[in-house]
Nanobody
Framework: QVQLVESGGGLVQPGGSLRLSCAASGFTFSNYGMSWYRQAPGKERELVAVINSVGKYTNYADSVKGRFTISRDNAKNTVYLQMNSLKPEDTAVYYC????????WGQGTQVTVSS
């Protein structure tokens, strides 16, 4: 069955960096685009970044452009989100999602940006 497992979240000070990972299994990873979403308390889930199946196309929410980078390693069935220059407003649970006719989500990883 499809499984997506996020890791790498934690507590970081403003201006710091984190790298999130999403390990995928149960499907042919290299056939699917992937994306990262986040959901802050009391807010709707929002799209952060997307990457196509071969990693040549990426797109970002305006709020993270220039600070976050999405990438993937199809040999490791893993998609990454490198987050730099973190701000308190980046605090949220971060989820990865597989593209396709059916949405598959991971369980999420908490990112807290606070001094």
């Amino acid at each position: 069955q499809v499984q997506l497992v996020e890791s790498g979240g934690g507590l970081v000070q403003p201006g710091g960096s984190l790298r999130l990972s999403c390990a995928a299994s149960g499907f042919t990873f290299s056939n699917y685009g992937m994306s990262w979403y986040r959901q802050a308390p009391g807010k709707e889930r929002e799209l952060v970044a997307v990457i196509n199946s071969v990693g040549k196309y990426t797109n970002y929410a305006d709020s993270v452009k220039g600070r976050f980078t999405i990438s993937r390693d199809n040999a490791k069935n893993t998609v990454y989100l490198q987050m730099n220059s973190l701000k308190p407003e980046d605090t949220a649970v971060y989820y990865c999602k597989r593209a396709g006719s059916i949405d598959y989500w991971g369980q999420g990883t908490q990112v807290t940006v606070s001094s």
